[in-house]
């Protein structure tokens, strides 16, 4: 895994590409590499994964084809037989230089794998961009006056020049937890959104998606459902274990992880425990690698350091991120890191196997003239009000609470007004991906693929563990597998009377798990964020006095405030970069 950069225009040249991937040293920091010539130049940092040899540096080039690559392909051994030789290296990259060359772009369907890309034809003055199918892999640009400029990280792009704080992205922040695709903090640097390219061609800027899987449901009895994915994983987990450096997974006390685990021979485990034993999974993790005979190793974290956590996670994220379980992924990536280059997650498992509460628990279902006049009237700021809006939504907007993070209601009352827009549309990333087609089960589950996971879930994990060069695959996103899932009645995997999810991941693995272990309660890595607002409140004035002072809010929250995070963080930011 890597850390990618370019410039296209009159400013490019090798000195400043190089200067920006340096900014994204933490990414790489086996090696670096620039190409040039007049009007583009293409960076790379290198953190050596397959082919540990010289003939593995980027950029790298074939013809006319010019790659600087960050990613990891699955399925290349089998595409290299394909493909006529001689071959100068036997990693991923110059198979995927040499499919770009023969097949351009028509070449993604494939590619099984997690990447972000950039390949610049020589012949055709050409700049292609691509973003793996679930994001996985992160990727920026900027629009230049006469080009484009490119990077994995927004750092790399804000050292081409200040820009300006985007106040909608602000308001989206507050309202997801994260900035969505195509959105940043800043206006005139995009986030290319999974599964699409982005083709600059003399000024012209092309952007389309280039997978859109079926939602069709095939019919299939629970028996032969279970038979047909405990083959699949039976395939795909193992080929996510392709590398030429040491590789682990990281086990918590949930399904996900250990499923990855069982599917393996013998791995070695990672487990992050908490002194506070009513939050930690350190016990769970422990009898599941025992039963799986795995080679575990666990570290128990200090009382969380939040103070830490936020002091750091401004530059990891270069833009407001809001979920605190951010530092315990930290955390965990940097244990793992002393032993391992590779970690394996159970990510996913959530969103493709319906294993959030709000799957079975009637999400709108609560709406009456009662709960939606109270929303109306109450404080917005208050319990009860909040409480109230959640209740009072139906549709879209009621998914959406489940999901995200401050109502509008509650957004519009905070910020200042030079920071608030006139009925502006909170929903219009949910809006992209809501299908009135689909049953409501798979509504939400088309919803949470094609939104939070991406923008939420998979940012937290890249800059966590890339934080620590680190390179985390998460096998249960391999599109295969996704594909299989999507034709899969979500009704299967879900039991509204008893609340639960995930019913066909249990059947296949109760008794492949130690006895009573699927009956855990469902635990994160959430950090007991209010518990220390309260016992250190002068923080949280602090940093709303400093908001106000800024003109970005009106007025301030105490410690009980549900997202009070939110606002640390957008302090944190404000003062590191604001």
């Known amino acids: 895994m890597c850390g990618i950069a370019g410039i296209v225009g009159a400013r490019a040249s090798a000195e400043i590409a190089r200067d920006m991937a340096l900014r994204l040293q933490h990414r790489g920091p ?6 040039s010539e007049p009007g583009v130049a293409l960076s790379h940092r290198r953190l050596a994964i397959q082919d540990l040899t010289e003939a593995g540096r980027q950029p790298m080039v074939y013809g006319s084809q010019v790659l600087t690559y ?31 060359a023969t097949e351009g772009s028509a070449c993604l369907n494939r590619l099984v794998g997690m990447f972000a890309f950039a390949s610049w034809d020589t012949a055709s003055k050409t700049l292609l961009l691509v973003r793996d199918r679930l994001g996985i892999k992160p990727l920026y640009y900027r629009l230049l006056p006469d080009g484009i ?21 602000v308001r989206d922040f507050l309202f997801h937890g994260y900035i969505p695709a195509p959105k940043t903090i800043y206006r005139g640097i995009c986030k290319l959104p999974a599964a699409h390219t982005l083709t600059w061609r003399a000024g012209r800027v092309t952007v389309e998606r280039y997978w859109n899987p079926s939602t069709a449901i095939v019919a299939r009895s629970a028996e032969e459902t279970v038979t047909e994915l405990d083959a699949l994983l039976g395939e795909v987990i193992p080929q996510h274990t392709v590398s030429d450096v040491p590789v682990g997974v990281f086990l918590s006390g949930g399904i996900d992880s250990a499923l990855t685990a069982y599917y393996l021979d013998a791995p070695r485990t990672y487990t992050l425990g908490f002194e506070a034993g009513g939050r930690s999974e350190a016990e769970a993790a422990r009898q599941v690698a025992a039963h799986l005979d795995t080679e575990h190793l666990e570290m128990t974290a200090p009382q969380a350091d939040f103070a830490g956590a936020l002091d750091r996670m401004p530059a990891m994220f270069d833009e407001p991120f809001g979920d605190s379980a951010a530092w315990s992924n930290y955390l965990v990536a940097q244990f793992a890191r002393r032993e391992v280059t590779v970690a394996l997650s ?31 009237y109450l404080p917005p700021l208050s319990r009860l009000a909040v409480s109230m809006q959640r209740r009072g939504y139906q549709g879209l907007p009621a998914y959406a ?24 549309d909170y929903l219009w990333f949910y809006r992209q ?22 923008e939420g879930l998979l940012t937290k994990v890249d800059r966590t563990s890339m934080a620590h060069s680190l390179e985390v695959r998460p096998p249960l996103l391999d599109h295969r597998l996704v594909e299989f899932m999507l034709s899969v009645d979500p009704h299967l995997l879900v039991d509204e009377q008893r609340k639960r999810g995930k019913l066909l991941v249990r059947r296949l693995m109760e008794p492949r798990l130690p006895p009573g272990h699927l009956n855990r309660p469902k635990s994160g890595f959430g950090l007991p964020v209010h518990r220390w607002l309260k016992q250190h409140p002068q923080l949280l004035r602090d940093a709303m006095h400093r908001l106000m002072d800024r003109g970005v809010v009106q007025r301030a929250v105490g410690s009980e405030f549900r997202r009070a995070w939110y606002l640390l963080v957008l302090d944190r930011w404000f003062t590191a970069f604001g």
Not at 81 to 99: F, H, I, K, N, Q
Not at 356 to 375: E, K
Not at 437 to 451: E, G, I, M, S
């Open 70 to 100: 960050n990613g990891e392909l699955y399925n290349h051994e089998r595409l290299r037989a394909t493909m006529p030789g001689p071959w100068a290296s036997s990693g991923d990259t110059e198979v995927v230089l040499r499919l770009l």
């Open 346 to 376: 159970g990510e996913g498992g959530d969103e493709i196997f319906c294993g959030y509460p709000r799957y079975w628990s009637r999400v709108g279902g609560r709406s009456n003239f009662f709960n939606r006049s109270l929303a109306r």
């Open 30 to 35: 086996d090696g670096e590499g620039v190409w």
């Open 149 to 169: 400029a490119f990077a994995s990280e927004l750092k790399a792009l804000v050292a081409l020049g200040a820009c300006e704080v985007d106040a909608s992205a």
């Open 433 to 454: 991906y809501w299908r009135e087609d689909l049953a409501p089960l798979a509504q939400l589950r088309w919803l949470d693929l094609n939104t939070d996971l991406a």
């Open 401 to 424: 609470a489940a999901l995200g993070g401050m109502t509008a209601q509650q957004i519009d009352s905070l910020l200042a007004p030079d920071w608030k827009a006139a009925d502006y």
